[in-house]
């Protein structure tokens, strides 16, 4: 088989598998919307059952639904009937996926489902199915056709119930008026959450140069050399009124022959630009990224706070 043939190959299962996604588009109808209120209107959570490939799709969707304010759980099948069935409350939800709708593990569980929650909604491609029968709500995700070359491994199926399960996710972002904000604070830890949250404060330097506006060449160079950052900021009784790079450094022994008699005045470039500590770190990589430069000077209440450094920032998957 040669390298046309296989891509091929790779183009037939993806056209299979949007074919049958087109499908699934068509179908929807007020069966979804009545899933979709009852979802949207429990007390309690969202329990989603399966077992098989279906069980891996099932926890995909608890953790889109748990990540955009629907609150999710799941639970296998097999372990259910073994004491699981614990976690479901009269006041929970109940959403079972099986392609067939007749698995013996689904089958046997089907009348416990039914009495331990408030409702129970069925994602099967079997409309005559047990498990349609003692659903309140049944979607469709019957699939003519799998993408596989033998017609019998999950696969167009499997999509199409990942594909249900991400347009409820999103119409139910949608009722509850679900915002960046809100999504920030279940990411906390990834860079999604750290471009909406993560205030400058978080990403301080742990060195903070500093010299008077009398600072001596020598004590400007010591101050310069001691940061990894090459610079320090200039201040004059707390307030800041310039800062030296090694650039700046660099520009002036270059240009003048008698270096005795310079201070921090006489080379700091003025009004440099600042950050609040109180800011966005996304703010201040944006400052950073506009004026071109590798450090903001950091202030609290207008007065001098630390250094910030845009490879910290972009360490930490701030953009």
Do not use: W
């Not at 069966?31 to 949207?40: G, H, P, Q, S, T």
């Not at 709500?137 to 699939?143: A, I, K, P, Q, R």
């Not at 491994?153 to 249900?164: G, I, Y």
């Amino acid at each position: 088989m040669n390298k046309t043939q296989i891509l091929q190959i790779a183009k037939n299962a993806l056209s299979i598998e949007i074919d049958e996604l087109e499908k699934l588009r068509s179908r929807l109808d007020s069966d979804f919307l009545k899933a979709l209120e009852l979802i949207n209107s429990a007390k309690g959570k969202l329990i989603i059952v399966g077992i098989g490939k279906s069980a891996h799709v099932g926890n995909k969707m608890v953790a889109t639904l748990n990540s955009t304010g629907t609150p999710a759980q799941f639970l296998h099948a097999s372990e259910a009937i073994h004491g699981d069935l614990g976690v479901i409350q009269k006041t929970d939800i109940v959403l079972c996926i099986s392609n067939s709708g007749n698995s013996p593990e689904i089958v046997a569980l089907l009348p416990y489902l039914k009495e331990y929650s408030s409702s129970l909604i069925a994602m099967t491609g079997n409309s005559k199915s047990k498990l349609a029968e003692f659903s309140d709500v049944v979607l469709s995700t019957f699939v003519e056709k799998e993408a596989c070359p033998i017609k019998l491994a999950p696969t167009s199926s499997t999509t199409v119930q990942m594909a249900l399960g991400d347009a409820l996710a999103v119409c139910l972002m949608e009722l509850n008026g679900f915002k960046e904000t809100d999504f920030a604070k279940f990411h906390p830890g990834g860079s999604l959450g750290k471009n909406l949250t993560a205030k400058v404060e978080q990403f301080l330097s742990a060195q903070k140069p500093q010299v008077s506006e009398n600072a001596s060449l020598r004590d400007i160079i010591i101050s310069v050399s001691s940061s990894k950052h090459g610079i320090t900021v200039v201040t004059d009784q707390d307030k800041i009124t310039g800062v030296i790079t090694d650039g700046d450094l660099r520009r002036m022994l270059m240009s003048e022959q008698d270096l005795s008699k310079f201070t921090a005045k006489d080379i700091m470039s003025k009004n440099p630009k600042s950050v609040d500590k109180n800011s966005l770190a996304k703010e201040a990589m944006q400052l950073l990224k506009a004026r071109n430069i590798g450090q903001l000077i950091v202030t609290e209440n207008g007065q001098y706070f630390g250094i910030i450094d845009i490879h910290r920032l972009l360490d930490e998957g701030i953009n």
